[in-house]
Antibody, heavy 120, light 111 residues
Framework: QLQLQESGPGLVKPSETLSLTCTVS??????????WGWIRQPPGKGLELIGS???????YYSPSLKSRVTISVDTSKNQFSLKLTSVTAADTAVYYC????????????WGQGTLVTVSS | QSALTQPASVSGSPGQSITISCTGT?????????VSWYQQHPGKAPKLLIY???KRPSGVSNRFSGSKSGKMASLTISGLQAEDEADYYC???????????FGGGTKLTVL
């Protein structure tokens, strides 16, 4: 059974960089036809795709976050990571990692999510 | 403001059927049969219920069904059960620039 687990600091100061890692177990991140994505959910609000990456390194970033986001993959560790720079309180959210199917664009496996709070 | 429009809340009694609408545009729901639906219980990660408009993943109850007409997709839950009380989100592919868009979510209350 595929499992995804987010890890990283739960508190980040304003203007600093948010860094999270998603570890994939029970399957290979090198699987063809799957992208690996980051989705966030501000408290009490809806879902927002941040971006996605293929094991080869091909990426997609949300146009609204593109200038601040970098997603990378480490196939040797079966992990992919998110960096979001210059964070503000508006970036406070639960961050999920998820797998989505290429060309079908649905998210079939999700991590449990991790709350990241931006505060001094 | 979310890209896809969902009602903020719906309610129904046990055993009844309810439908949640998801209205998009000609750039997303209206152009692609790539609508998915997710169920989210409080404090939990979203769970995939429906993909490609009307397909159910293995293990999802057949009480959940999806459909689409024009720019509007719908999720129907039949035989409502207390455990169905949750938030529901729709999602649609929206082209190579925007990628995917989500609805704002609908809170389902089982009376």
């Amino acid at each position: 059974q595929l499992q995804l687990q987010e890890s990283g600091p739960g508190l980040v100061k304003p203007s600093e960089t948010l860094s999270l890692t998603c570890t994939v177990s029970g399957g290979s991140i090198r699987s063809r036809n799957y992208y690996w994505g980051w989705i966030r959910q501000p408290p009490g609000k809806g879902l927002e795709l941040i971006g996605s990456i293929y094991y080869s390194g091909s990426t997609y970033y949300s146009p609204s976050l593109k200038s601040r986001v970098t997603i990378s993959v480490d196939t040797s560790k079966n992990q992919f990571s998110l960096k979001l720079t210059s964070v503000t309180a508006a970036d406070t959210a639960v961050y999920y990692c998820a797998r989505h199917v290429d060309y079908a664009y649905y998210f079939d496996y999700w991590g449990q999510g991790t709350l990241v709070t931006v505060s001094s | 403001q979310s890209a896809l429009t969902q009602p903020a809340s719906v309610s129904g009694s046990p055993g009844q059927s309810i439908t949640i609408s998801c209205t998009g545009t000609s750039s997303d729901v209206g152009s692609y049969n790539l609508v998915s639906w997710y169920q989210q219980h409080p404090g939990k990660a979203p769970k995939l219920l429906i993909y490609e408009v009307s397909k159910r993943p293995s293990g999802v109850s057949n009480r959940f069904s999806g459909s689409k007409s024009g720019k509007m997709a719908s999720l129907t839950i039949s035989g409502l059960q207390a455990e169905d009380e949750a938030d529901y989100y729709c999602c649609s592919y929206a082209g190579s620039s925007t990628f995917v868009v989500f609805g704002g979510g609908t809170k389902l209350t089982v009376l």
